[in-house]
């Protein structure tokens, strides 16, 4: 039970009890009324206090409660009411200030989690195999999740009915199954004879278990497979460059490890993200001034100049260490190449966002939100790195 003090305005005679609960209290001239609130019910109590200082204070009425007489009920509620003048008003009641937040939290999360994930990223690319592919699929599977969660969104739909459950199950069994036909089969186009069976597979489903379908869903199908399975797969053609690498001493004394140009492309191209990632990260924070683009308008031009001239440092000095690529000019390249799909793969993932209405594809990552978030930069990559070995290269005679 609580009593709160009610300042009365009306003038109304001494000592009348007053019948009802909060909404029928009267404000009287020079009165205090104390409302009783319990859990069942509200009592309204009217208290006539003197209107000069030197006159005391009336004998306590009796209270009502819906009409009923409730005697005895509050004895002390006079000498309450005389100190109610006391009882601060609660909206004048100082408002508690919230702890400042410590500054570099999230930076130090983020750093923690991108460490791990590099960690973890590092390991797979190392060892190859089985593990590699592993780590491939389930960046596939968790991609195509949040994918289809934009999909669902209603500022992408539109109006048009949410992907089913049985379609997206489907697309997700065949961009996973992409990289493994990949790793399982090396040599050149039955990668690309997949995707089209794929494509053709979804795009029948779609017309049968989709009553009416829209064409705006049908692309967004295709997309999907091509954005979430086929580009991913391109990661798993590079590693499996079967090339010999140029000689390193470190690799050669690490059991099971095979010295290749798949190796040597895989880890340097994503070294090259790292570093643009990383590079227009800090540049942009600290020196930022001049908008890049609307589609995100955090990102900055002195942010993509220094993401450019990190991805080309570290392009170079892992050319200085492993030789690889051959000359100073292709390693340069590399940089360069690595630097522009990942810009644009992260301004593509952030078009996506902008009309699903979204902050994040996700929350799977602390300090990064979701896997595309994370990995949106890798996404092109993959396929110019396969690009860059089995084109570019050959093209300048290395």
């Known amino acids: 039970m609580y009593l709160r003090a009610v300042n009365s305005r009306f003038v109304q005679r001494r000592n009348q009890p007053v019948v009802g609960s909060r909404s029928n209290v009267p404000r009287l001239s020079g009165v205090v009324g104390l409302e009783v609130r319990t859990k069942n019910r509200n009592l309204a109590v009217s208290v006539s206090s003197a209107s000069s200082p030197s006159e005391g204070v009336s004998t ?18 006079a000498e309450l009411a005389s100190n109610a003048a006391e009882v601060p008003d609660e909206s004048s009641a100082p408002t508690a200030v919230p702890a400042p937040k ?80 990949c790793f399982l089969y090396r040599d050149q186009g039955r990668s690309g004879a997949i995707l089209s069976v794929a494509s053709f597979l979804l795009l029948v489903m779609e017309v049968i278990a989709v009553r009416r379908p829209k064409f705006i869903r049908l692309a967004s199908s295709l997309f999907g497979l091509f954005y979430c399975g086929w580009l991913p797969a391109f990661w798993v053609k590079v590693r499996m460059i079967s090339t010999p690498g140029p000689a390193l001493p470190l690799l050669d004394n690490l059991p099971g490890i095979q010295n290749t140009v798949g190796l040597f492309a895989t880890f340097i191209f994503t070294l090259c993200v790292v570093a643009a990632d990383v590079g227009a990260y800090f540049v942009g924070k600290n020196l930022g001034r001049t908008k890049l683009t609307d589609i995100s308008p955090k990102k900055t031009v002195e942010g993509a100049i220094g993401g450019l001239a990190s991805s080309v ?27 522009v799909c990942s810009l644009f793969g992260d301004l593509i993932e952030s078009i996506m966002k902008r009309d699903a209405g979204m902050k994040d594809s996700g929350n799977l990552i602390p300090g990064h939100g979701g896997l595309l978030d994370r990995f949106d ?17 050959p093209a300048m005679g290395l």
């Open 102 to 181: 410590k500054k570099g939290g999230g930076l130090m999360k983020r750093t923690i989690f991108g460490t791990m994930i590099f960690g973890i990223g590092f390991s797979a690319i190392l060892s190859g195999g089985l593990m590699y592919l592993a780590v491939t699929c389930l960046i596939t599977y968790q991609a195509t999740q949040e994918y289809f969660n934009f999909m669902a969104s209603q500022g992408i739909a539109k109006g048009a009915d949410p992907p089913s459950p049985l379609l997206n199950t489907l697309t997700t069994i065949l961009s996973v199954s992409i990289p493994i036909v």
């Open 60 to 77: 306590p009425p009796s209270i009502s409660s819906d009409g009923a007489e409730l005697p005895g009920a509050l004895e002390a509620h």
């Open 313 to 339: 440092v570290v392009a170079l000095g892992m050319w200085k260490l492993t030789h690889w690529p051959p000359t100073a000019v292709s390693a340069a390249a590399l940089g360069i190449l690595a630097f």
């Open 377 to 393: 930069s890798y996404i092109f990559t993959g396929a110019a790195g396969y690009f860059f070995c089995l084109i570019v290269l």
